[in-house]
């Protein structure tokens, strides 16, 4: 039996056109600054999970 698979909606950046999966926002109109934090904590919290 074939198992069902939901498609899952997508929106686009107005902006960029970037393909965004439900709920995701788009980083194509954040400063350096806010693209560097956020690198820092996701960074931050893949050691966290490391232990």
């Known amino acids: 039996m074939r198992a069902l698979h939901k498609k899952?909606?997508?929106?686009?950046?107005?902006?960029?056109?970037?393909?965004?999966?439900?709920?995701?926002?788009?980083?194509?109109r954040q400063t350096k600054q806010e693209q560097r934090t956020a690198v820092e904590r996701v960074i931050a919290q893949a050691a966290a999970c490391r232990g």
């Open 8 to 28: 899952t909606p997508y929106r686009v950046c107005p902006h960029c056109g970037a393909h965004l999966d439900a709920g995701e926002t788009c980083d194509c």
